[in-house]
Every structure is written in structure tokens, then in C-alpha cells.
């Protein structure tokens, strides 16, 4: 026999990731992200991909997501240049309320997957987000 009554669907990841993990981003705000850094011990150093280099927490490095003039494919090379030039960096993606998305040719959450690097995705409300699950450590 058949079900009628509709399947439950959540659109949120039900489970939040102890860590990031190279290929899997997760996402936190600002302060989850400083905050599980700091509690991390060993700081490594984090690069926030955003559209104004205001917009870095302190002690973050800046690297242009959006540049006029600069095509998305022209966006993406630097990505990977920094990617080369900084092997053990963490990568910090804007994609907070009001912030322009980095330009890329390729799918965003690709794009991400693909570097292979421990990627946190800035977000203003973490617990509600669809694309990646939400970085919290163990207590």
C-alpha cells in the first residue's frame, strides 16, 4: 500500500560537522568561525575570499572575490594561485547578507570542493543553511 500523507523533508543539514575537511565546507558566522578557531589550539592561517578587504576580521588575510574588470575565469585563477602559494592556509568564503558572491565561472560549491582545502563558508545565520552543514566542535 501506498503512503499518502507527504514525505518530511528538512532543506537544513540536520547534523553540524566537528570539522572542516578538505573538500566539504562547512559554514559558521563571523563569530562561531573566531570563536572554534581560537578554541582550535594551533591558529592556522585564514583567508576570507570576500568583495572589500574591510570586511576581515581582524588577524584574517583578504583575497578579492569580486575585482572590476577582472572576469570570473580571471577571479578563479587567483583563487588558485593563492591556493599554490598558500598550502596550509584556510580558506573563509563571504557569503554573508549584503556581500557580493565571489565571481566564478565554475559552480561555487564545485569550486570549493575542488581545492581541497579546509573551507569555512561566512554566513549570517548558520543554523538555517541549505548548501553545507554548520561547523560546530565538540563541547
Same mark, same amino acid.
Given at each position: 500500500?501506498? %503512503? !499518502?500523507? *507527504?514525505?518530511?523533508?528538512d532543506a537544513t543539514w540536520r547534523y553540524p560537522?566537528?570539522? =572542516?575537511?578538505? +573538500?566539504?565546507?562547512?559554514?559558521?558566522?563571523?563569530?562561531?568561525?573566531?570563536?572554534?578557531?581560537?578554541?582550535?589550539?594551533?591558529?592556522?592561517?585564514?583567508?576570507?575570499?570576500?568583495?572589500?578587504? %574591510? !570586511?576581515? *576580521?581582524?588577524?584574517?588575510?583578504?583575497?578579492?572575490?569580486?575585482?572590476?574588470?577582472? =572576469?570570473?575565469? +580571471?577571479?578563479?585563477?587567483?583563487?588558485?594561485?593563492?591556493?599554490?602559494?598558500?598550502?596550509?592556509?584556510?580558506?573563509?568564503?563571504?557569503?554573508r547578507d549584503g556581500v557580493i558572491p565571489p565571481?566564478?565561472?565554475?559552480d561555487l560549491d564545485q569550486l570549493l570542493r575542488?581545492?581541497?582545502?579546509?573551507?569555512?563558508?561566512?554566513?549570517?545565520?548558520?543554523?538555517?543553511?541549505?548548501?553545507?552543514?554548520?561547523?560546530?566542535?565538540?563541547?
Amino acid at each position: 500500500m501506498r %503512503r !499518502k500523507e *507527504p514525505l518530511e523533508v528538512d532543506a537544513t543539514w540536520r547534523y553540524p560537522l566537528p570539522m =572542516p575537511m578538505p +573538500g566539504q565546507p562547512v559554514c559558521a558566522t563571523v563569530n562561531e568561525a573566531t570563536e572554534q578557531i581560537e578554541r582550535l589550539g594551533n591558529n592556522p592561517k585564514l583567508f576570507l575570499w570576500t568583495d572589500f578587504e %574591510r !570586511k576581515c *576580521p581582524e588577524n584574517w588575510d583578504f583575497i578579492a572575490s569580486v575585482r572590476q574588470g577582472v =572576469p570570473p575565469q +580571471g577571479i578563479e585563477a587567483e583563487l588558485k594561485a593563492w591556493a599554490k602559494q598558500y598550502p596550509h592556509a584556510w580558506l573563509a568564503v563571504d557569503l554573508r547578507d549584503g556581500v557580493i558572491p565571489p565571481s566564478t565561472a565554475t559552480d561555487l560549491d564545485q569550486l570549493l570542493r575542488d581545492i581541497k582545502r579546509y573551507v569555512i563558508v561566512i554566513v549570517s545565520r548558520s543554523s538555517d543553511h541549505e548548501d553545507w552543514p554548520q561547523w560546530v566542535l565538540p563541547a
